[in-house]
């Protein structure tokens, strides 16, 4: 069971990484972030695994066939209408 | 349609052919059907111009629109459900725990991290995409899933915990981790 400041550390968390926290929450949680190493670590261990996610996806991206496609559908529709 | 107007949607929702491909292809596991559906998408999304408002999001509006064809034609053909437990959440990291900070995740493949993407349940996996990996902000996501912006949250979190929880053990089973020491 985590202490009541850790768990509402861990629940700010994503709104801190977004810049979405109320300046005084986001103070708050600077300074317990300093203080407090396993939300620290949990920090480090949230931001390995969204830049992971983020590179797994960038590396597809639409294929020059679809793209060509799509032009097609385009041209198509503009044509018949 | 005019030249002018196809000009816009061309300017409009060209742009997103990329994230409406990569949410495609995690949506519906296989590239070809991935590249089907964001056809479909851009074919209705054409079709239906005249009702996007100037000015409005277009990216929200074709994820809203791909994320519909998905499940009215697409969802049935899928594959069948995960077997992953969504009511039992993994903690978070232990500071004891070997790697507290989740360094092992550079060094996961990606085909690895995707494989445990698409094993997520449907709803979870929809949010952790627009989210996670395409960088949508949470009220775009719920706008364009039709959810409460709470309901975007509590799903991102569990998603999160459950897809981290898969590759950490995937991590320990392949050796990139050490398991964790047993409590006393």
Not at chain 2, 53 to 77: D, Y
Request: proline fraction near 8%; glycine fraction near 4%.
């Amino acid at each position: 069971m985590l202490p009541p400041e850790c768990e509402m550390a861990l629940q700010q968390l994503d709104a801190f990484r977004r810049g979405e926290l109320p300046p005084d929450d986001m103070q708050s949680l600077r300074m317990h972030l300093d203080e407090c190493r396993r939300c620290f670590s949990y920090k480090l261990h949230e931001e390995a695994f969204l830049d992971r996610l983020v590179a797994a996806a960038r590396n597809a991206s639409c294929p020059e066939e679809l793209r060509a496609n799509v032009y097609r559908i385009i041209a198509k529709e503009s044509r018949d209408n | 349609m005019s030249s002018p107007a196809v000009a816009v949607f061309e300017d409009e929702a060209l742009p997103h052919l990329d994230t409406l491909y990569r949410v495609a292809l995690r949506l519906t596991g296989d590239s070809s059907a991935a590249q089907d559906l964001v056809q479909d998408t851009m074919l209705r999304a054409l079709r239906g111009w005249k009702s996007f408002r100037p000015g409005s999001n277009a990216r929200a509006w074709l994820v809203t629109i791909l994320r519909n064809q998905f499940i009215n034609g697409w969802r049935s053909q899928k594959r069948s459900p995960s077997g992953i437990d969504m009511e039992s959440i993994p903690e978070p990291p232990d500071p004891q725990d070997p790697d507290p900070e989740g360094r092992f995740f550079t060094e996961l493949v990606d085909e690895e991290v995707l494989r445990a993407v698409d094993s997520l349940p449907d709803d979870f996996r929809e949010v952790l995409v627009l989210s996670d990996m395409e960088g949508l902000p949470y009220a775009e996501i719920a706008a364009s899933l039709e959810i409460p912006v709470g309901t975007v949250k509590s799903r991102l979190f569990r998603a999160r915990r459950i897809l981290q929880g898969q590759l950490r053990r995937y991590a320990e089973s392949t050796g990139l981790l050490a398991p964790p020491e047993p409590a006393d």
